[in-house]
């Protein structure tokens, strides 16, 4: 191997290192696709997770400006080249791309590449990524050398890529975790303190007359308690804030989400984005509040063995779809037996942010859950 200053050993250990020590996921597959760039002299690298839709979760690049990259649009399907390296059991090197038969061309702003070089990255017979190196600097190509080093680098990729995603799931659980502790905390203080304050109204209302001067002294206690009460609630709220959002944006958070959801469940719970941009703070945690209530409802309710969550570009806004394959059920006569299923709090949720919310079900038809906001 050659012993310069970026594949010498040190380099290839400082890399190694790099990757192990990241534990967002993000963060991991950036360190890769960079480290590999740099080590293996590319002008060009990309590393694409597939979806289970054909096109790809994640796909981070090195070497193509922000600008180049909004030009070159959506990201890439699991066509040609990128298909192969998903399913093949090891690197391929290729003279010039261009002229491969599973070549299918570039979209429009795509920089031209030539010598190609590409590896999956796998986890026994779990296909995680694949790594892609393009035009190595200089006249003489990608090399034997080369391959070996990618190689490696996809080894250690898929360890780290691995450990990001068990400490991500584990966040989840132990957020989730949390949230119902919380939830409990906040009944028990709560309660305890709406308790009281009806004892102490009922016992003033019953002074008024007879004893003015100890009704007002119960008015001031209840209002007190009052006080007491929204200082709980409003410290539970703010702990139940959902931090991932501000690290991560809605899509990385409600994909983790569904994911936990997916591994929890016995039911088939799945999730699609379609190029939807960063939201105003307020619009992203009601999207998620709301694909939080719908999911529920859909698990706990249902008996759907089928869950589908998509999240859509709509305009400057987006739109999200919970839809099930349950049961279903009458949306009126849900509201007229008193048990609303969240649909009220869902719609609040909504509205407070400008948006609209529809709720479509029918007995034996399942239930589809759609919220709609504008952009900000």
Not at 105 to 128: K, N
Not at 146 to 171: C, G, P
Not at 326 to 337: D, I, K, L, T
Request: proline fraction near 4%; include cysteine; hydrophobic fraction near 45%.
């Amino acid at each position: 191997m050659d012993n310069g200053p970026r594949t010498g050993l040190a380099a290839v250990s400082t890399a190694l290192l790099a990757m192990s020590r990241r534990l967002e996921v993000r963060d991991v597959l950036r360190t890769i696709v960079v480290s590999a760039r740099e080590l293996l002299d590319a002008e060009y690298a990309a590393l694409g997770v597939p979806d289970d839709h054909g096109g790809f979760a994640q796909f981070v690049v090195d070497g193509i400006t922000e600008e180049q990259w909004r030009r070159i649009g959506p990201l890439p399907r699991q066509h040609g080249i990128l298909a192969a390296m998903l399913h093949q059991d090891g690197p391929e090197r290729l003279a010039d791309v261009r002229r491969d038969p599973r070549f299918e061309g570039w979209p429009p702003g795509h920089p031209e590449m030539s010598d190609f070089l590409g590896a999956p990255v796998r986890d026994g017979e779990e296909t995680l990524g694949a790594l892609f190196l393009a035009n190595k600097k200089g006249a003489r190509g990608f090399t034997d050398e080369d391959e070996d080093l990618l190689s490696l680098l996809a080894q250690h990729a898929a360890i780290a890529l691995t450990n990001a995603r068990l400490y991500e799931r584990s966040r989840e659980l132990t957020i989730a975790e949390e949230r119902s502790r919380l939830a409990h905390e906040l009944h028990d203080a709560v309660s305890q303190k709406l308790f009281s304050l009806r004892l102490t109204a009922q016992a003033a209302a019953a002074l008024v007359d007879r004893d003015p001067a100890r009704a007002k002294d119960e008015l001031q206690q209840v209002a007190a308690l009052a006080a007491e009460a929204a200082d709980e609630l409003r410290a539970a709220v703010t702990e139940l804030r959902p931090a991932a959002l501000d690290e991560d944006g809605l899509v990385a958070t409600l994909r983790n989400h569904v994911r936990v959801l997916d591994r929890a469940h016995a039911a088939r719970v799945t999730f699609t984005c379609d190029g939807v941009r960063a939201l105003p703070a307020t619009q992203e945690e009601a999207l998620l509040r709301v694909a939080q209530e719908a999911l529920h409802n859909a698990l706990r309710h249902s008996g759907a063995d089928l869950v589908e969550v998509t999240l859509a570009r709509r305009g400057a806004g987006a739109a999200l779809r919970v839809t099930d394959n349950g049961q279903g059920f009458v949306p009126s006569a849900v509201r007229r037996a008193g048990r609303h299923l969240g649909l009220v709090s869902m719609r609040d949720r909504a509205s407070g942010v400008g948006g609209r919310l529809a709720v479509h079900s029918e007995p034996g038809t399942g239930t589809t859950i759609e919220m709609e906001v504008p952009g900000g």
